[in-house]
């Protein structure tokens, strides 16, 4: 088997995640590793055995022994070094929320059709087996004509003034904060199981905390909880750390969810319900092995994953038998499975998020923006 070559870009909280789980593929090697800078390229070289570490992004695009690229940086950087790595004939896997703002979004999309590279954005959430599973009822009329979607994403890692990261920054990480770190996920999964648009929304957004204390130091994604009082420096925040939107989905569904960084004891509890005119389904990221089905005239089932009873087009993502619990971590390697067969064969379906999905989710974000700042409803195209 030739082994494909690929870098990884960010060495924070996502670029320990993608390498963990590009290395369990088989078939992909991680060649390089680029940091910001020289310093802690080389120290996650050295704990991942990459041979090649460097703070520069061209090092990577003009080796051609490197195939793919994962861009795991903060937003800001999500549209350069994307765009930099397409029109260097590279496959780009980049991170959510795929840019900054839609025109940024509309530009990758672009470039990446005329250079005809592999493109994908990170909704990896899409891809554990009971969520698949999900998706089969809906498609083989299970549920019936969806009427209802709602539910809820929320953390508590930013609870405190003095919690901080580098989301907390609009420059670093745009306009939306909670909605573009985890609402760019709800509302992503809704319209993929559901096989409908959003057509309408009317949001509200909040921020609790009107400055923060940021570290005077670097702090890693959902770390620095135990910094002292003088670590600290007084910051204004302008992103929000709460979210609600109401929906319209497709021609006759309706539907609300919230997004929090703020909820106390909830660690990452992202959950849906979907109703239709059959049946109920419910599930929560905390506990992704159960799937939940309400009957209106019949007990309800907990169902526990098992994918030899599943659909087969869901039963594809699950590669452990039942009673094996399957999580985050293989949400992702799901992903770039998919993702690297269309790199080592272009006639492979693609069956992953592209930058056209990236695309929607940033109009999907504007659409919130622009709602939240009219307190009304608008449509969308």
Known sequence: MQKIRTAIVGTGFMGKVHAENVRRLGNVEIAAVVGSRPETARKFAENTGIPIATDKLQDVLDNREIAAVHICTPNVDHFPMSLAAVNAGKAVLCEKPMTMDVEQARRLVDAAKARDVVNCVQHNLRYYPVVQQIRQMIAHGDLGDILIVQGTYSQDWLLYDTDWNWRLDSKSNGKLRVMGDIGSHW???????????????????????????????????????KLQPGEYEEFPIDTEDFGMVMLRLGDRARGAFTVSQMSAGRKNKFEFEIFGTKSGVSWNQETPDLLWIGHRNEPNQIVVKDASLFYPQAAGFADLPGGHSEGY?????????????????????????TFEDGLHGMILLAKVAESAAKRGWVEVD
């Open 187 to 225: 509302m992503d999964m809704i319209q993929y199981l559901t096989g409908s648009n959003i057509t309408a929304l009317c949001a509200d957004l909040a921020t609790f905390h009107k400055t923060r204390k940021r570290p005077k130091g670097s702090v890693e994604t959902f770390s620095g909880k």
């Open 329 to 353: 971590d293989d949400s992702h390697k799901q992903v770039f499975k998919h993702f690297y067969a269309r790199v080592a064969d272009r006639s492979v379906p693609i069956d992953y998020p």
